[in-house]
């Protein structure tokens, strides 16, 4: 079975930055595919940004290219998600995935295994 954690959500003002991590036990995730997803109150859960098996390919929902960037240090166990110049409409609970074979990135959230509890992120004008 594996835990997913995150971390690092809180509360930023517009242009500021957060940086979250997601910290997996129970399995290693060296060769699993990766991804975050994000759900502001009254909307659904939307991709934000996915990991290829290898770490080699990543890439990013429209609304956050250029702006946030995917990583992962397999020596940790863990992936971050750094946000940098957030806006309001960033505000959310960011999810982190795990898809338990190796592919390359994945869009859509059924097409993950495992999931970490979320961490609320807050951006304010």
């Known amino acids: 079975q594996v835990q997913l954690v995150e971390s690092g959500g809180g509360l930023v003002q517009a242009g500021g930055s957060l940086r979250l991590s997601c910290t997996a036990s129970g399995r290693t995730f060296r060769s699993y595919a990766m991804g975050w997803f994000r759900q502001a109150p009254g909307k659904e859960r939307e991709f934000v940004a996915a990991m290829s098996w290898t770490g080699g390919t990543t890439d990013y929902a429209d609304s956050v290219k250029g702006r946030f960037t995917f990583s992962r240090d397999n020596t940790r166990n863990t992936v971050y998600l750094q946000m940098n110049s957030l806006k309001p409409e960033d505000t959310a609970v960011y999810y982190c995935?795990?898809?338990?074979?190796?592919?390359?990135?994945?869009?859509?959230?059924?097409?993950?295994?495992?999931w970490g509890q979320g961490t609320q992120v807050n951006v304010s004008p």
């Open positions: 995935a795990l898809h338990s074979t190796h592919h390359d990135p994945l869009y859509y959230d059924d097409e993950y295994d495992y």
